[in-house]
T-cell receptor, first 113, second 112 residues
Framework: GENVEQHPSTLSVQEGDSAVIKCTYSDSASNYFPWYKQELGKRPQLIIDIRSNVGEKKDQRIAVTLNKTAKHFSLHITETQPEDSAVYFCAGDGGTSYGKLTFGQGTILTVHP | IAGITQAPTSQILAAGRRMTLRCTQD?????MYWYRQDLGLGLRLIHY???????GKGEVPDGYSVSRANTDDFPLTLASAVPSQTSVYFC???????????FGAGTRLSVL
């Protein structure tokens, strides 16, 4: 089955800096890679996703890049703000059509004002 | 718009007891999922259902069962709870496999 590794486990940045979180996956058949943000005590919420036929996707301050050859994808947050502080999870679908996501272990992002 | 509703919000349960966590969605989504979230382990898939009447096993199905009698409801049952099932449980739904998954607010379960 799919295995997703996420790094770093914690990330601390100053407001205005950029933050990058990287995930690697094991199953070359994986097609769908979502990123979720989870604030303390809240539900995970999708912030951006990418499919295997696209190399990069942007949404305002957030971007995701995918390298299928190396089997890794990364989340980039520019001009970070304190409200970006949360736990971020990446996931991969292992190429299944059933939406069976395998999640990374999560990255605790802290943005200091 | 309610989206996905989970009940109860939290529960303390004695080991050996039976417990059903409820999940209801009003988005007419075909696919539904149950995850558990433990510190340092992220979210792990327990069971899923691609459409009413069908279910499948995820990464950690042992000790759990599900049913999907209709489109809207996807209950998760612990037949005989054990302390290792202490966790936060999230239900999610999507229009179909490979589509965006939307999560419920979660159920915090403690098995003593």
């Amino acid at each position: 089955g799919e295995n997703v590794e996420q790094h770093p486990s914690t990330l601390s940045v100053q407001e205005g800096d950029s933050a990058v979180i990287k995930c690697t996956y094991s199953d070359s058949a994986s097609n769908y890679f979502p990123w979720y943000k989870q604030e303390l005590g809240k539900r995970p919420q999708l912030i951006i996703d990418i499919r295997s036929n696209v190399g990069e996707k942007k949404d305002q301050r957030i971007a995701v890049t995918l390298n299928k050859t190396a089997k890794h994808f990364s989340l980039h947050i520019t001009e970070t703000q304190p409200e970006d502080s949360a736990v971020y999870f990446c996931a991969g679908d292992g190429g299944t059509s059933y939406g069976k996501l395998t999640f990374g272990q999560g990255t605790i992002l802290t943005v200091h004002p | 718009i309610a989206g996905i509703t989970q009940a109860p919000t939290s529960q303390i349960l004695a080991a050996g007891r039976r417990m059903t966590l409820r999940c209801t969605q009003d988005m007419r989504h075909n696919a539904m999922y149950w995850y558990r979230q433990d510190l340092g382990l992220g979210l792990r898939l327990i069971h899923y259902s691609n459409t009413a009447g069908t279910t499948g096993k995820g990464e950690v199905p042992d000790g759990y069962s599900v049913s999907r009698a209709n489109t809207d409801d996807f209950p998760l049952t612990l037949a005989s709870a054990v302390p290792s099932q202490t966790s936060v449980y999230f239900c999610a739904s999507s229009a179909g496999g490979g589509d965006i998954q939307y999560f419920g607010a979660g159920t915090r379960l403690s098995v003593l």
